[in-house]
């Protein structure tokens, strides 16, 4: 055993010496290069004081990044990870000028930009030289991981023999998107799971489910991680008891959600035991948290620093460095696409200017980074339950859409994430279980303001007699994005407008948009309207929608039938009348749509007026009523066809010949797969299955 620490500490010591020769050559390359950047005197021409004066001070800097930057990102935890990605630039060019400062040659200098820009190059070189020397060596690859993770917790896991579970939400991606990226080699790691291939041997299992109604992530996350997603209508709906707009991406509206979900189940959620929560619009009652939009508006502590999300990915400069290059080279690929795509006249097509390349940006870059660095950290904790929120196809196929060359680009991306979970797992002090899942899919389709020249607010204001404006007011997008970012940077900006309407202010309806379902609410009526309220308010408002070709149905509450359907051509249904067998307007959008409608119907804010879009079933297309050409929210087409793929070794998420059905039972599916990871054996990530095999 002595034997091998030696051999471990000269193994080590050769590393470190490795890395500081390149680190020295580095130093006198950027030297020559950067004419504000000396290592000497201009009157000293030894080439040996030279090479010595960069040596001392790549090891100098080299010294000061292992001392003293881990102690500064500890202080600077509570600061935003976006100010802290910038501060990172700020602080490395710091160490740098104080390694030049206390270099015995005394005629090191360089100017503060310029030093800046030799920490990140010296930075990244040393980070990558150490990780190619490391990964050769299984040992220290785990040593270097841990390191990065800082995870070493007081005590170790409440069962460390068995399993723990990473669930990987892959946000937006419907299962036959999946499948098609499987199909064409964009995911070989879900490929090999899956045992795609020669010489793969499946160890996954893939199983698709239905949404609710409401085919969105803060219905469908707070459904899994909480239970109920109860009263959960749309995106965004107005509530009359307290004349506000809910939108499930504003933090304060997301705690509320949380709050109203864990009273009514009971259960502080999925992740209550030693559980993480990672990017997320809901806690799932973790203990460890980072980017979860649910506790944005807390004061900042202890409590919920994302110490795990931060300190695990900023304690190494190198990786602050790769991501904001990273972050800049997405926005202009960005920039270029939207270009190419308005020179090339593509259709459909919506705005991708204004701040979008930078959301855009923060969702394919920053947020996955962030999240899975934590990712790793918990497994290397030991952590028996982790959830994260992967929202990057999400963002790009809104406005790119689902099956663009953009969103396909994200996939490969996001498998190779994946692929390093499942690497990292291997060096975790338990086995784990990779499950990875999607909250909904997204169904394609131009915008219902593109088609037909008007919003959906327009048009109820047409139907009301109101006078309707020249140019349509867009809605704002609903992208998870959004919230990621509004939770990084601990700012609840609301959207818009004010979200409080005063009760009785005047007879105007409000209009709302989440995906391709509208809601249509009065505020000065206290109760959910009848329709024979409205028809006598508004006599023409429900016949035009109802008859607008862009309108797929309406729901409505009637005094003698209680859920009413509307159709076109005057069509109307009793709501318990409809089976899908006898399925009225909702014929072509798809099995259980009646019962997804009742299930919203019963809902204590359901808006006086639902409007779901028209759906094409030839070609699974929608009619957004925001601006997305990717959307989900509501019924038809892709976007209500989400996945489960988990590991074999894990009970069947459902029977043959039987459906998984709304988010509430993909929560019970996921509990069970925890109890049956107490005292369960076996292989559990994809490679130890492989092999096992």
């Given at each position: 055993m002595r034997e091998g620490r030696w051999r471990r500490a000269v193994s080590q010591i050769g590393r470190s010496v490795a890395v500081?020769?390149?680190?020295?050559?580095?130093?006198?390359?950027?030297?020559?290069?950067?004419?504000?950047?000396?290592?000497?005197?201009?009157?000293?021409?030894?080439?040996?004081?030279?090479?010595?004066?960069?040596?001392?001070?790549?090891?100098?800097?080299?010294?000061?990044?292992?001392?003293?930057?881990?102690?500064?990102?500890?202080?600077?935890?509570?600061?935003?990870?976006?100010?802290l990605g910038l501060l990172v630039f700020f602080l490395n060019g710091s160490l740098l000028l104080l390694a030049l400062r206390l270099n015995p040659s005394g005629d090191s200098e360089a100017a503060p930009e310029t030093a800046v820009i030799v920490a990140a190059v010296m930075s990244a070189v040393a980070s990558a030289t150490g990780a190619a020397l490391a990964v050769r060596d299984d040992d220290a690859y785990?040593?270097?991981?841990?390191?990065?993770?800082?995870r070493r917790r007081r005590r170790g896991p409440p069962c460390p023999t068995c399993p723990g579970t990473v669930?990987?939400?892959?946000?937006?991606?419907?299962?036959?998107?999946?499948?098609?990226?499987?199909a064409t080699g964009l995911m070989p790691t879900v490929a090999r799971w899956l045992g795609k291939g020669t010489t793969s041997v499946p160890t996954h299992r893939l199983t698709p489910w239905r949404t609710d109604w409401s085919s969105q992530t803060g219905a469908s996350q707070l459904g899994i991680l909480h239970g109920s997603n109860h009263d959960v209508p749309a995106f965004r709906w107005y509530e009359k008891d307290t004349g506000e707009v809910m939108v499930s991406n504003r933090p304060t509206s997301a705690a509320d959600l949380q709050r109203r979900a864990v009273e009514r189940t009971g259960d502080d959620g999925?992740?209550?035991?030693?559980?993480?929560?990672?990017?997320?619009?809901?806690?799932?009652?973790?203990?460890?948290?980072?980017?979860?939009?649910?506790?944005?508006?807390?004061?900042?502590?202890?409590?919920?620093?994302?110490?795990?999300?931060?300190?695990?990915?900023?304690?190494?400069?190198?990786?602050?460095?790769?991501?904001?290059?990273?972050?800049?080279?997405?926005?202009?690929?960005?920039?270029?696409?939207?270009?190419?795509?308005?020179?090339?006249?593509?259709?459909?097509?919506?705005?991708?200017?204004?701040?979008y390349p930078f959301v855009r940006a923060f969702a394919t870059v920053v947020e996955r980074d962030v999240v899975v660095a934590a990712v790793m950290g918990d497994l290397l904790a030991g952590r028996t339950a982790v959830y994260a929120d992967l929202v990057a196809y999400d963002e790009v196929a809104h406005h790119s859409g689902p099956h663009s060359r953009d969103a396909e680009k994200v996939l490969e991306r996001l498998d190779r994430s994946l692929e390093l979970i499942e690497n990292?797992?291997?060096?975790?002090?338990?086995r784990y279980r990779i499950v990875v899942l999607s909250d909904h899919g997204q169904s394609p389709g131009e915008t219902f303001r593109a088609r037909y020249g008007l919003t959906l607010g327009d048009l109820v204001r047409a139907g009301c007699g109101l006078p309707v404006?020249?140019?349509?007011?867009?809605?704002?997008?609903?992208?998870?994005?959004?919230?990621?970012?509004?939770?990084?940077?601990?700012?609840?900006?609301?959207?818009?407008?004010?979200?409080?309407?005063?009760?009785?202010?005047?007879?105007?309806?409000?209009?709302?948009a989440s995906g391709n379902l509208g809601l249509v609410s009065f505020p000065d009526v206290p109760h959910r309207m009848t329709k024979e309220e409205i028809d006598a308010r508004h006599p023409a408002l429900l016949t035009t929608l109802a008859n607008h070709p862009g309108v797929g149905f309406l729901l409505v509450r009637s005094e003698e039938h209680g859920g009413l359907v509307l159709g076109a051509r005057g069509a109307e249904i009793p709501l318990h009348e409809l089976t899908d067998d006898h399925p009225g307007p909702l014929d072509g959008f798809g099995p259980g749509a009646a019962d997804a409608v009742r299930r919203t119907h019963s809902f204590p804010h359901t808006a006086d007026i639902m409007v779901n879009s028209f759906h094409d079933p030839a070609d699974g297309e929608v009619l957004a009523f925001e601006e997305q050409i990717g959307s989900h929210g509501g019924l038809g087409g892709a976007q209500a066809r989400p996945f489960l793929l988990a590991p074999l070794v894990l009970s069947a998420a459902v029977v043959d010949g039987e459906h998984l059905v709304g988010a509430e039972q993909v929560h019970h599916v996921l509990r069970r797969w925890l109890e049956e990871?107490?005292?369960?054996?076996?292989?559990?990530?994809?490679?130890?299955?492989?092999?096992?095999?």
């Open positions: 500081w020769a390149v680190s020295t050559v580095t130093m006198l390359v950027l030297a020559g290069l950067l004419p504000d950047f000396q290592l000497q005197s201009a009157d000293d021409d030894s080439t040996t004081q030279l090479a010595v004066t960069a040596g001392i001070g790549a090891g100098v800097f080299g010294l000061l990044s292992a001392l003293v930057w881990p102690l500064l990102v500890r202080l600077l935890l509570l600061v935003p990870a976006l100010v785990r040593r270097r991981l841990y390191r990065l993770a800082d669930f990987i939400q892959l946000d937006g991606v419907g299962h036959d998107v999946l499948l098609d990226a499987v999925l992740l209550a035991v030693d559980g993480a929560s990672r990017g997320n619009l809901f806690s799932g009652g973790a203990g460890e948290q980072a980017l979860v939009l649910s506790i944005a508006t807390r004061r900042r502590s202890r409590e919920n620093r994302s110490r795990a999300g931060y300190f695990a990915y900023f304690s190494d400069p190198a990786n602050a460095v790769r991501t904001a290059l990273s972050f800049v080279a997405e926005v202009g690929r960005e920039m270029g696409q939207s270009t190419r795509a308005r020179l090339r006249r593509q259709r459909p097509r919506v705005g991708r200017g204004g701040l990292v797992a291997e060096h975790a002090p338990r404006p020249r140019k349509a007011e867009r809605t704002r997008s609903g992208a998870e994005a959004r919230a990621a970012v509004r939770a990084a940077l601990r700012r609840p900006v609301e959207e818009g407008r004010a979200h409080q309407y005063p009760s009785g202010r005047d007879s105007e309806p409000i209009a709302l990871s107490d005292g369960a054996e076996g292989p559990i990530t994809a490679r130890e299955e492989r092999r096992a095999a």
